[in-house]
């Protein structure tokens, strides 16, 4: 006869303490908020006072040199919307901007193309494109400036020794104009070059091989496949660069125009940034200028909904 086994059932395992999961890391609730409050600290100082204090000034009328505030409501919102020289500004900061933004975003696509290629040297091409955005403002806004130089530019001088001509760039309104249009393009041209070239290195190159089997040209691959693929980058790219288009484009103007020449009520290339440094430190108008700022804070919330509205529903999110 065969014996015959019992069978045991199986011992419970024990747990670890790492299979355990852990109630709390911290043994007391006010180590977190020790560790907060560096960051707090700075967040309250140099972001949330300025607001608050920004909000509260658009309702008075200071004086910087003098000391002194008069509550008058929203007099500054009422005579800003009024001013013919506001309403120009406000015009020329969105054509700027929509020149800067669609040039900016399309040159850099074909540069991230042609940088994506598998050629010699790639690396160093790469580098290259990717150079102006480490520039700051005002250094590129220098480099520019000695470029076109009306009397001692480069540009000027070889314009003089191949065509006899030597453009007045700083002092025509719309040479100007241009002229800052196409520094801000270049210097934010990197900074796009790099999420393009991020963006395309992880499209699969299955995709593109089999249109290419199934006879695709290289533009029907472009429009069918790069472009909806790319779609959400390209919308991550056109909210930044009209952030930059608003804001960083101070740098640029201060050193290469200073919001001159003039054309109309105002220069011409004084944007909404450059006109609130303006009122508020060159005309001491501190109250107006914080009213100015109030308004590009609302601008901007606009435009931002007004983009995910609009944009969010053309962008294709792949699997």
């Known amino acids: 006869m065969t014996p015959t086994t019992t069978e045991h059932p199986p011992r419970p395992k024990k747990k670890n303490k790492a299979d355990t999961p852990e109630q709390g890391i911290f043994k007391s609730r006010l180590l977190p908020w020790l560790f907060l409050l560096p960051s707090l600290?700075?967040?309250?100082?140099?972001?949330?006072?300025?607001?608050?204090?920004?909000?509260?000034?658009?309702?008075?009328?200071?004086?910087?040199?003098l000391g002194t505030e008069r509550f008058v409501g929203l007099e500054n919102f009422v005579e800003l919307l009024s001013s013919p020289v506001y309403h120009q500004s406000i015009l020329q900061t969105l054509v700027f901007m929509v020149i800067t933004v669609t040039l900016g975003i399309a040159l850099?696509?074909?540069?991230?193309?042609?940088?994506?290629?598998?050629?010699?040297?790639?690396?160093?091409?790469?580098?290259?494109?990717?150079?102006?955005?480490?520039?700051?403002?005002?250094?590129?806004?220098?480099?520019?400036?000695?470029?076109?130089?009306?009397?001692?530019?480069?540009?000027?001088?070889?314009?003089?020794?191949?065509?006899?001509?030597?453009p007045r760039w700083l002092d025509t309104p719309f040479l100007a104009f241009a002229l800052v249009c196409g520094a801000a393009i270049w210097k934010s041209l990197g900074y796009n070059v790099v999420f393009y070239l991020a963006a395309l290195q992880n499209i699969p190159g299955d995709i593109l091989e089999a249109a290419q089997i199934?006879?695709?040209?290289?533009?029907?691959?472009?429009?069918?496949?790069?472009l909806p693929m790319l779609s959400p980058?390209?919308?991550?790219?056109?909210?930044?660069?009209?952030?930059?288009?608003?804001?960083?484009?101070?740098?640029?103007?201060?050193?290469?125009?200073?919001?001159?020449?003039?054309?109309?009520?105002?220069?011409?290339?004084?944007?909404?940034?450059?006109?609130?440094?303006?009122?508020?430190?060159?005309?001491?108008?501190?109250?107006?200028?914080?009213?100015?700022?109030?308004?590009?804070l609302i601008l901007v919330g606009a435009i931002t909904v007004l983009q995910f509205r609009t944009g969010g529903k053309q962008v294709h999110h792949g699997a």
């Open 41 to 65: 600290l700075i967040l309250a100082v140099f972001l949330y006072y300025p607001a608050i204090e920004t909000l509260r000034l658009s309702l008075y009328q200071s004086s910087v040199f």
């Open 108 to 166: 850099a696509f074909v540069l991230a193309l042609l940088a994506n290629r598998p050629i010699r040297g790639a690396k160093v091409y790469r580098l290259l494109l990717i150079y102006p955005y480490a520039l700051s403002p005002a250094i590129a806004g220098t480099l520019w400036l000695f470029l076109f130089n009306p009397e001692i530019g480069l540009v000027n001088a070889l314009l003089d020794s191949w065509f006899h001509i030597k």
């Open 214 to 226: 199934d006879g695709a040209g290289s533009w029907q691959r472009i429009r069918y496949i790069l």
């Open 233 to 296: 980058m390209t919308f991550f790219l056109v909210f930044t660069n009209i952030v930059q288009a608003l804001f960083d484009s101070f740098g640029l103007v201060d050193i290469l125009t200073r919001g001159g020449p003039v054309y109309g009520q105002t220069g011409i290339t004084s944007f909404l940034i450059y006109q609130l440094y303006l009122d508020g430190f060159s005309n001491a108008k501190t109250g107006f200028a914080a009213a100015q700022a109030v308004l590009m």
